[in-house]
Nanobody
Framework: QVLLVESGGGLVQPGGSLRLSCTASRNIFSIYNMGWYRQAPGKQRELVAAITSGDSTNYADSVKGRFTISRDNSKNTMYLQMNTLKPEDTAVYYC???????????WGQGTQVTVSS
């Protein structure tokens, strides 16, 4: 089992930036595809950004050009740099790890991001 811990959420004004972190309990990036999801009140959870074990990335259309996903293998940590934040980015953000062989999926506890003036 992989434990994931997110951090970095908070309250920010529109146009501001935040960086979310997701730290895994062990070195998993070579065999796990990773992703950031978000869930706003009354809405379904949606994929925001993903990075594969081979370092390919993809983004939701709504965040392209504003968000960047990355990871530091030496720290077992994945990041989501969020720039030019908008009120519609307000949500609980979750980190996900999916084993490329078994399909086993782990979720973090979530971190709240609120964009408001």
């Amino acid at each position: 089992q992989v434990l994931l811990v997110e951090s970095g959420g908070g309250l920010v004004q529109p146009g501001g930036s935040l960086r979310l972190s997701c730290t895994a309990s062990r070195n998993i990036f070579s065999i796990y595809n990773m992703g950031w999801y978000r869930q706003a009140p009354g809405k379904q959870r949606e994929l925001v950004a993903a990075i594969t074990s081979g370092d390919s990335t993809n983004y939701a259309d709504s965040v392209k050009g504003r968000f960047t996903i990355s990871r530091d293998n030496s720290k077992n940590t994945m990041y989501l740099q969020m720039n030019t934040l908008k009120p519609e980015d307000t949500a609980v953000y979750y980190c996900n790890a999916r084993n490329v062989y078994s399909g086993y999926s782990s979720w973090g506890q979530g971190t709240q991001v609120t964009v408001s003036s």
